[in-house]
């Protein structure tokens, strides 16, 4: 099925020092980096063995406690659901990274592992020497957003959607990205936003082993698809709220990715809206709904100051620019409002 699918877009000739960090957010559009991360430490370490990159995980780790899924080998290495939604088919366990990487090594040669998957964890929090020779830099770029590292073996991230924009560089192992356009959220089969695998609401479809008949529209997804499998080294840039399934396909594998928002850290995230607009516009009448519609493209999805712009700007409110101080506010009235 991917050998089929065309190749997400390629940038040669680019490393680290010198990301095209401004193209890619213009241009917006999912792009491979190939070889960014080549001479980082982790990667060249990996490139010798699995087992000494572990060695170069463990030189790095403070001992902090860290969180991981654990299943057994039914599940394939694919965290996900049990069979009727209402529990996820892995267990969230507490211990060392000591402890995961060991288990990981103990089943380097093992066809059918268990799964482990050390998911979204802030190397500043638990690995901070391991930044020195392993970072983008992506604060010369003016952007704040620190790294996150995913350990595992053959783990699969079931497609899904992230808020940021991201760049995610495959340091350890191979990885296969799957990526689809933002519109393709019709035919893609989203489960259930509580509770998920990980954070984010994913693809219920199989990708491994999709079943049309029971998701004839994935048929359609898959024609907008691109996909690439990225070697130690490379990087791919995914925009926001573009789906991405990632695979891993060896036995050890690692990822180190960087998210970031267009908007101040003092901005919410518009999952929050979503989540809102489930909660208090979705199960209205059609004409109400039509009406919200026209509504929110006047007041949120046309011109920024189209809403306000007939108004002297002392009275424009929460019609004009937000800063921090506005930002402030308009949280402080919702949690009232929402509190009465």
């Known amino acids: 099925m991917f050998d089929r699918l065309p190749k997400v877009r390629v940038l040669e000739g680019f490393s680290a020092g010198t990301l095209p960090v401004e193209r890619l957010i213009a241009e917006n559009l999912p792009t491979v ?54 529990a996820l088919n892995c267990q969230v366990r507490r211990g060392t990274l000591d402890q995961v990487l060991d288990e990981l090594a103990s089943h380097l040669d093992d066809p059918a592992p268990p799964t482990y998957y050390v998911a979204s964890l802030l190397v500043d929090s638990c690995l901070p020497a391991l930044r020195e020779h392993n970072d983008l830099g992506l604060e010369r770029h003016g952007i704040s957003a620190p790294p996150s590292i995913w350990i595992g073996n053959r783990v699969t991230a079931s497609c899904h959607y992230d808020a940021p924009s991201n760049i995610a560089c495959c340091a350890v192992g191979r990885r ?135 108004l002297p700007p002392p009275a424009r409110g929460e019609l004009g620019p937000f800063d921090e101080m506005a930002s402030r506010r308009m949280r402080a009235a919702l949690i009232a409002k929402l509190n009465r």
Do not use: C
């Open 33 to 86: 980096l190939p070889g960014v991360a080549r001479q980082w430490g982790l990667v060249q370490a990996g490139l010798e063995s699995p087992r000494t990159a572990m060695e170069q995980l463990r030189a790095s780790y403070n001992g902090r406690p860290v969180q991981y899924n654990w299943g057994d080998p039914a599940t394939a290495g694919r965290p996900f659901y049990n069979d009727d939604f209402t």
């Open 176 to 310: 296969r990205f799957t990526v689809f356009p933002p519109e393709q959220v019709h035919n893609l089969y989203p489960g259930p936003l509580q509770p998920t695998p990980g954070g984010q609401a994913v693809s219920v479809v199989d990708f491994d082993a999709p079943d049309l008949e029971r998701y004839p529209r994935f048929a359609a997804a898959m024609e907008a698809g691109q996909t690439v499998v990225l070697e130690p080294g490379d990087a791919i840039f995914i925009p926001s709220l573009w789906w991405h399934h990632v695979k891993g396909l060896d036995p050890f594998t690692v990822l180190v990715n960087y998210w970031w928002s267009s908007m101040p850290e003092w901005i919410p995230t518009p999952m929050h809206a979503l989540n809102m607009a489930l909660w208090s516009i979705r199960d209205r009448p059609e004409h109400e709904k039509r009406a919200w519609r026209e509504t929110f493209e006047y007041y949120v999805f046309g011109p920024a100051e189209r809403a306000g712009e007939h």
